[in-house]
């Protein structure tokens, strides 16, 4: 047997056993940083399409993902509980620390919206532990400065007005109702489902890191499928609550945000990457549009460099704002030039 034959059996062997995956996990992470810092690798930050040119480490990429997880996962614990996540949950070696601020608990008089809030809070922070226990104490990520507040310049108020719902001034509080806090988990629950699919190709030499990608990206599928179904059906319960309208609206101002990179059908890039719930027409009639696709019936993909944009609020290559005001931790931190 050869060397490449007898790693290929010792690493299919771990894959069958979990907590031997994740020793796996970390020793190539450890491995794959100190071969980058041997050869003197550089990391460009994202550039706009049509000409990407920057290269990253598989660390990277679960370190970019580790971010926005931070993100929903905070968002979601605030909700649920009233707190941001625990510090045994964030901490980190690499970057600098920064605390969720702004959050607090939702009266959900809805219990289905409570169910439903409580499960992904569930699943998003075993998303935050999982991708923190692929590294070791001296290469993991700590959790960056976020705002989740309600202010009227914060960042959810921004997103907001951005998007029509709310005027000059005014503020945007998802914590108000069951109602609002769909319309705030809406926000996130799209470009996650983009974010993991674009992020596939950067993994694809690994295939234990897709897999674990792939994994991932189903369960935001799912977590963004309930989000936009009960959207759907409490708009068309209560047409005077304009849910479905303002799905389209933020919909809108995240395509406002990304640009408009060369539409690839196969690949499920395009131009207008974001779709509202509001009923579509169909040779069969009027159907709803729970599931945004392109023509193929492909979900859509964006760069980081696009995420980026959306999660500062910003159009253009910055390197902090909206949800972040320091900006994410790791090495891929600028959103794209959007053309």
């Known amino acids: 047997m050869t060397d490449s034959e007898q790693l290929i059996e010792t690493l299919d062997a771990r894959v069958r056993r979990r907590d031997s995956r994740r020793a796996f996990f970390t020793g190539a992470l450890g491995a794959a940083a100190g071969a980058a810092a041997l050869a003197g690798t ?11 040119t920057a290269v990253f480490t598989e660390a990277d990429v679960l370190n970019f993902a580790l971010n ?46 409570a169910a439903y809030a409580k499960e992904i809070y569930q699943d998003e922070l075993a998303h935050v532990r999982f991708l923190r226990s692929q590294f070791t104490d001296n290469t993991r990520l700590a959790q960056p400065a976020m705002d ?44 996650g489902v983009t974010a993991y699919k674009g992020a596939a190709p950067a993994l694809i030499n690994n295939k234990i890191y ?11 599928a799912y977590h ?38 060369t539409v690839d059908a196969v690949r499920g890039i395009a131009p207008n990457d974001d779709q509202g719930v509001a009923a579509t027409s169909t ?25 980026l ?15 972040f005001p320091a900006g994410v931790n790791g090495n891929i931190k600028t959103s794209a030039a959007s053309a």
């Open 283 to 307: 040779a069969d009639g009027n159907a709803s549009n729970i599931v945004p696709l392109n023509e193929n019936g492909i979900a859509f993909s964006r760069s980081p460099g696009q995420v």
């Open 309 to 323: 944009n959306i999660v500062y609020l910003n159009a253009a290559a910055v390197s902090s704002g909206g949800f």
């Open 68 to 113: 926005l997880e931070y993100l929903e996962a905070n968002f979601y614990a605030f909700a649920v509980t009233g707190s941001a996540l625990a510090t045994a949950d964030t901490s980190g070696a690499i970057g600098t620390a920064g605390a969720a601020t702004g959050g607090r608990a939702v009266d959900f008089r809805d219990p289905l919206v």
């Open 148 to 191: 989740l507040g309600i202010a009227p310049g914060g960042a959810f108020s921004t997103a907001a007005r951005a998007a029509g719902l709310v005027k000059d001034g005014e503020s945007f509080d998802p914590y108000a109702s069951a109602e609002s806090f769909l319309l705030g988990a809406y926000i996130f629950e799209d470009v």
């Open 224 to 261: 963004a499928a309930i989000v936009r179904s009960v959207l759907y059906r409490k708009g068309i319960e209560t047409p005077a609550s304009q849910l479905i309208e303002a799905t389209a609206a933020i919909s809108r101002a995240r395509d406002a945000l990304d640009g408009r990179p």
């Open 210 to 220: 897709l897999e674990a990608a792939a994994g991932i990206l189903a369960v935001e």
């Open 42 to 52: 550089a990391r460009a930050q994202t550039t706009p399409s049509p000409t990407p």
